[in-house]
């Protein structure tokens, strides 16, 4: 059955609320594909919720990649959505 876009932001911001994460750790832990993550990382980003950081050089593998790290707005969107 396919999520909705709301479970899929919901539970990025549930994860990035965490710890700062990849896409491709995103990816995993939502069993999804990797357009989809940055997709809804894109619209998250837009919305204010999250912080989208490009890594020209990542450490792990040399290639470029993002992270995500939720920001106070998103913070508040969870515990209003919990509330």
């Known amino acids: 059955m396919k ?3 709301y479970d ?3 539970n ?3 994860i990035v609320k ?3 994460m990849k896409y491709s750790h995103l990816e995993r832990r939502l069993h999804t594909s990797y357009r989809t993550v940055r997709r809804h990382c ?3 980003e837009k919305e204010g919720m999250v ?3 490009k ?3 990542d450490p ?3 290639s470029e990649s993002f992270e995500v790290e939720i920001t106070e707005h998103g913070l508040k969107t969870l515990k209003n959505m919990k509330s």
């Open 3 to 5: 999520r909705s876009s």
């Open 8 to 10: 899929i932001r919901n």
């Open 12 to 14: 990025i911001l549930m």
């Open 18 to 20: 965490e710890e700062t």
């Open 42 to 44: 894109d619209e998250l």
């Open 51 to 53: 912080k989208i950081h």
């Open 55 to 57: 890594i020209d050089k």
């Open 60 to 62: 792990a593998n040399g």
